[in-house]
């Protein structure tokens, strides 16, 4: 059974930096980072393969956010640099078994609790 866990939320000011954790149990999972702002559809942040290569992201993050997985830790992080208001949201880790690092929501089927990121202008 995969268990994902998320940490590193908070209120940050912007321009601000912030970053997120999700512990996770299992091995061979692509990992991902979703997000899903107030009366919003939750959409893509960043994908990475279960290997560690490969990044995708979301052109809305793009040279902002960085998606990286330690194996040794069991751990996926994603980095958030030059926050803006329009990434307040809860962030949602999510895995699925190997393969490619998918965009599509109905492509995860392990999913944290999700963490409250809020930026201020």
């Known amino acids: 059974q995969v268990q994902l866990v998320e940490s590193g939320g908070g209120l940050v000011q912007t321009g601000g930096s912030l970053r997120l954790s999700c512990g996770r149990t299992?091995?061979?999972?692509?990992m991902s980072w979703f997000r899903q702002a107030p009366g919003k559809e939750r959409e893509f942040v960043a994908a990475?393969?279960?290997?560690?290569?490969?990044?995708v992201y979301a052109d809305s993050v793009k040279g902002r956010f960085t998606i990286s997985k330690d194996n040794a830790k069991n751990t996926l992080y994603l980095e958030m640099n030059n926050l803006k208001p329009e990434d307040t949201a809860v962030y949602y880790c999510?895995?699925?078994?190997?393969?490619?690092?998918?965009?599509?929501?109905?492509?995860?089927?392990?999913w944290g609790q999700g963490t409250q990121v809020t930026v201020s202008s």
């Open positions: 999510a895995a699925k078994m190997r393969g490619i690092a998918a965009t599509q929501r109905i492509q995860y089927k392990y």
């Open positions: 990475i393969m279960y290997t560690g290569d490969s990044p």
């Open positions: 299992g091995s061979s999972l692509t």
